[in-house]
Nanobody, 117 residues
Framework: QVQLVEFGGGLVQPGGSLRLSCAAS????????MAWYRQAPGKQRELVAS???????DYADSVKSRFTISRDNAKKTVFLQMNSMKPEDTAVYYC???????????WGQGTQVTVSS
């Protein structure tokens, strides 16, 4: 059973930075594509960024050049560094894992990120 636990959410001022972490429990971390999603009130959950074991990444247009996703395969952890944050980044952020070759999604419980002055 895969468990994902997010850390690092909170309140940040516009223009500020925040770093999210997601600790994973699967036996072989490297065979999972990892991603961060977010869901703002009244909106659908959307993909923020994803990363595969080799390091290739993908970002939503709204966060390109501001957010950076990374992973530490040895520590089974994925990170999301968020810089130059905007009020529209306010949302619950979810860690996601999908094992290659399957369509099974695993989700963390989510962590609230609020960007406000």
């Amino acid at each position: 059973q895969v468990q994902l636990v997010e850390f690092g959410g909170g309140l940040v001022q516009p223009g500020g930075s925040l770093r999210l972490s997601c600790a994973a429990s699967m036996t072989i971390f490297s065979i999972y594509k990892m991603a961060w999603y977010r869901q703002a009130p009244g909106k659908q959950r959307e993909l923020v960024a994803s990363i595969i074991s080799g390091g290739s990444t993908d970002y939503a247009d709204s966060v390109k050049s501001r957010f950076t996703i990374s992973r530490d395969n040895a520590k089974k952890t994925v990170f999301l560094q968020m810089n130059s944050m905007k009020p529209e980044d306010t949302a619950v952020y979810y860690c996601n894992a999908v094992r290659f070759g399957t369509n099974i999604n695993y989700w963390g419980q989510g962590t609230q990120v609020t960007v406000s002055s």
